[in-house]
């Protein structure tokens, strides 16, 4: 609970972070009340021929598409595609980059350069390329641009905790519960994973944005959910006949893929500001 | 849960002859040294050959310079590290034939007090966490209260209020830190402590009370210390015996008093004339310690003191110096010393 209000207090102090964390929050409420805010829900899946491509209006805040739909209400269904795609492929890619990252700092020998060397083949790889190839092979689909993205991206969270539990193996409090007798596991998991755990939260975040960006480059290329999901990038590809006359179309998707990712980086580094008490006292000896 | 009852001391006025708690045999521990393409081109023998008797009830204390291998000598008897070679055996069990993992089981009534005890606390665990964690592990059939009432009898016993429990080690002073590492080895119900450097970093008056702190553990809980320092006046102070270490090796060792009147080994008596004394005579007035010891990675053949030793002869070089009991109650390892 102090915990919680601590952090709270800082996110006010530290002005940046606060807006990465009302957009964050915006994002997350427009995506579970998208039934709601739409001006028109039932958009995403029909259209209306005689209303194409108007302009920003009244009746359409952000105009229509070449459907005839209200853009506005698309990009508040696409919050939730964005934020589906990005929670679970970034979460898979924790529960499977952690654990083994854990693992591979906390022994010594052979499995552990197994692993490290596995995940440095998985890093070699670009990865819009296999997410690209994945998607080609499997076909266009929300499940396979969460599984070509977590594929893609779960050696960036074992080279991230790698690195800090070699670190934070050679501390003494690890030793002394070693000394103790604690088992492997409760020193990886009760005593490494929490002095670790604001790295991941970090990485995590910053992921997120990384990823929203990433599957807005396959839904641009069409390797995203199939037409008529309201997906950001697949909207802004389809705009691209229409530019510059229906400016609206490409630019408020657009808009909206920027405000996310730029929401996440800025609660990224408010995290990491707040969460590394390194960092923290080097920042209030600025003031 | 309560405490066990006190176990019958065995008298410890000649220690050598009473009842021995831990026994060290030729135990060493070597480290690889690793070039730059992590072929092993050497050895460091941060405890090379070293065997001595912790009797029952008695403070062993085991002194040498920084880096001797005072203290990996006392992390590999408790068995943090895996010696190379030789055996522990405490309270009559061996432990050479075990893993660490298993080793440490049977070691539950030896445990290790940290330096530095503020890092050998988890810095986003509470003390109370801390101070439970030993029971969890070791007594998982004590339940949540029985485990309390134990850590608030330790906090008593280590003069420390219960209001400590719920804050952070950093929230804390070293000294209090100090006690907050005792109470956590001590919830096991431990005989042996290994004592790792447990007055440096802390100025005198808390030194003083911590001391104290220690005789009256002692008495209350029937403990044994082994007592690394290079505080040479607060190991005469408290110190049944000394082990004297230098690189690697026990070079003396005997009752505290004999070898502080009388010490054998030159290197023990250049380390004593290096204590200042207040009123009194130096011990020694002729020996001065020249230049740091050798690369402990590339020891000197022979004895391995000859280098900085003004007796040193040549018959030094030839052979290393076995450690000789030619004196009642003291031992030495030096060709030289009569």
């Known amino acids: 609970m102090e915990t919680i209000r601590f952090i709270l207090r800082k996110f006010f102090e530290d002005k940046v972070a606060l807006v990465g964390l009302v957009i964050i929050t915006a994002l997350v409420l427009v995506a579970i009340f998208a039934g709601v805010l739409a001006t028109h829900p039932g958009d995403v899946s029909t259209f209306h021929p005689a209303d194409r491509l108007q302009g920003p209006s009244l009746a359409h805040f952000f105009g229509t598409d070449r459907m005839g739909s209200d853009i506005f209400s698309r ?205 923290r006292r080097s920042k209030s000896n600025d003031r | 849960m309560t405490l066990e009852p006190p176990i019958s001391r065995v008298a410890t006025d000649r220690p050598e002859t009473a009842k021995p708690i831990l026994d060290v045999l030729s135990l060493r521990k070597y480290f690889p040294i690793r070039n730059a393409w992590g072929r092993r081109k050497g050895w ?90 030993p029971m969890i592990i070791h007594q998982p059939e004590l339940d949540r209260d029985q485990r309390a009432e134990r850590v608030s009898e330790m906090m008593r016993a280590v003069n420390l209020p219960e209001t400590h429990l719920d804050l952070y080690p950093h929230e804390i002073s070293g000294g209090q830190q100090r006690r907050v590492g005792l109470a956590r080895v001590l919830t096991l119900n431990p005989s042996l402590i290994i004592l790792d450097e447990p007055t440096s970093g802390l100025d005198l008056s808390v030194q003083a009370t911590i001391l104290t702190l220690f005789m009256d553990l002692k008495r209350k809980f029937d403990l044994t210390y082994l007592f690394i320092s290079h505080d040479l006046s607060i190991v005469r102070m408290i110190c049944d015996r000394v082990a004297v270490m230098y690189l690697g090796k026990v070079v003396e060792i005997g009752d505290t008093e004999i070898i502080f009147s009388n010490p054998k080994h030159p290197y023990t008596r250049s380390l004593l004339s290096a204590v200042p004394t207040v009123g009194g005579r130096r011990v020694t007035d002729d020996f001065q310690l020249e230049g740091e010891p050798p690369n402990p990675g590339n020891m000197p053949s022979g004895c391995r003191f000859r280098t900085r030793c003004t007796m040193a002869q040549a018959d030094c070089a030839k052979a290393e110096p076995p450690l000789r009991a030619d004196w009642p109650g003291q031992s030495a390892a030096c060709f030289l010393a009569e």
């Open chain 2, 44 to 133: 460091l023998k941060a405890v090379d050959d070293v065997s001595f008797r912790v009797a029952k009830g008695e403070i062993l204390g085991v002194v040498g310079e920084s880096g001797c291998g005072k203290s990996t000598l006392g992390k590999t008897i408790m068995g943090i590290h895996q010696p190379s070679d030789g055996d522990t055996i405490f309270e009559g069990r061996s432990t050479a034939n075990y893993d660490p993992g298993q080793a440490r089981k049977l070691r539950r009534h030896l445990q290790y007090a940290y330096q530095d005890p503020g890092a050998s606390l988890d810095p986003r665990w509470k003390i109370r966490r801390s101070l439970h964690e």
């Open chain 1, 75 to 279: 990009i508040l269904f696409g919050a939730r595609i964005t934020i589906t795609i990005a929670v679970i492929s970034v979460g898979l890619s924790v529960l499977i980059g952690v654990p083994i990252g854990l693992l591979a700092g906390y022994y010594n020998g052979w499995f552990s350069d197994l692993l490290m060397r596995v995940s440095d083949i998985f890093l070699a790889v670009p990865q819009i390329v296999l997410a690209i190839a994945i998607a080609q092979t499997l076909g266009p689909a929300i499940e396979n641009v969460i599984l070509a993205l977590s594929l893609t991206y779960w050696p960036f969270w074992t080279r991230l905790v790698y690195a800090e539990t070699r670190a934070c193996k050679n501390e003494t409090f690890v030793e002394a519960s070693v000394a103790l007798g604690a088992s492997p596991f409760r020193v990886i998991v009760l005593h490494i994973l929490p002095n670790i755990s604001s790295g991941i939260i970090v990485r995590t975040t910053l992921g997120m944005g990384s990823t929203i960006l990433t599957a807005a480059v396959l839904g641009f290329l069409g390797l995203g959910p199939p037409a008529p999901s309201p997906e950001w990038g697949r909207t802004i590809a389809e705009s691209r006949q229409y530019l510059p006359n229906a400016w609206w179309y490409a630019t408020f998707p657009g808009l909206a893929i920027f405000m996310v990712v730029m929401g996440f980086n800025l609660l990224g580094d408010g995290l990491r500001d707040i969460l590394d008490p390194r960092i």
